[in-house]
């Protein structure tokens, strides 16, 4: 048995945030090949089950940077944030006047009115279906487990001062993604979540092959026996990857199947 695991945003999403029809139809060919396919991301569940049905995915699929992994209509694990923690970081935030979304296990929280929601790169998308976002007086009141906190930032300058004010936070791992910054259980990577899947799938990761585009890519390209970055890619992701091919836009996934993995 051979998984293919693929990052979604910059990897299996083009620029316009669509599956390209040459990564269908290369999806396909794997699937003929033997290969069994799913994804790893660090998007929540809301945000991911458009394109897991798409795909027609029944592998676990790897969630807010492994934070949860969502197995057949349940959560085979979950890493919440230390309630400590959460409150910690969304009060700095809010004091430094940064914008930002929570996640618990089943909605994204957000005190922002104009029903939009920050996609994984830091970037406000429209909510078609509301219900995936819930408005709140004061994030620091929510109740219930928290998995994820996304803080985009306004600057280069900006990413290095959140980094070194929440480094010191205890139970924490910070993955910068694109223009936001995630934050995570110290033990949510997508490198362990892809591990938990193969030991679940008794594989080891000579079997897994992995795509993807970011730093919070690089745990499972440490982890995985081939990995193949983007040509979108941020540079030093490249350090780690078994190949290099074409962008998200430029049929990258298809090009590689063809070249590398058929």
């Not at 029944?58 to 923690?85: E, H, Q, W």
């Not at 830091?122 to 007086?137: F, M, N, Q």
Request: proline share 2%; with cysteine.
């Amino acid at each position: 048995m051979k998984v293919c695991v693929f990052d979604l945003d910059g990897t299996l999403l083009s620029s316009d945030k669509e599956i390209l029809k040459s990564s269908l139809e290369a999806i396909d060919l794997l699937r003929k090949h033997d290969y069994h396919i799913t994804i790893a991301t660090g998007r929540s569940y809301q945000m991911v089950k458009k394109y897991s049905k798409q795909l027609g995915i029944s592998l676990p699929i790897v969630l807010c940077n492994g934070g949860m992994i969502y197995d057949n209509k349940t959560f085979s694990r979950l890493l919440p944030l230390p309630d400590k923690a959460v409150k910690e970081i969304i009060c700095y935030a809010k004091a430094t006047n940064h914008f930002l979304h929570v996640y618990d296990k089943d909605h994204i929280y957000s005190e922002i009115k104009d029903h939009k929601i920050m996609d994984v790169e830091g970037e406000l998308i429209s909510v078609g279906d509301e219900s995936k976002l819930k408005i709140v007086d004061r994030l620091e009141d929510l109740k219930d487990k928290i998995y994820k906190i996304l803080i985009p930032f306004k600057s280069q300058s900006d990413k290095e001062d959140l980094i070194k004010r929440y480094r010191s936070v205890e139970g924490i791992a910070l993955f910068p993604s694109g223009g936001a910054l995630e934050v995570v259980h110290k033990d949510a990577s997508k490198g362990n979540g892809v591990k938990f899947l193969c030991e679940s799938l008794n594989i080891g990761p000579e079997n897994l092959i992995v795509f993807g585009d970011q730093d919070n890519d690089i745990s499972m390209f440490e982890y995985a026996h081939t990995s193949i970055a983007m040509g979108n890619c941020i540079n030093h992701l490249k350090d780690y990857a078994t190949y290099v091919t074409s962008t998200n836009d430029d049929h990258g996934i298809s090009k590689a199947v063809h070249k590398w993995l058929l």
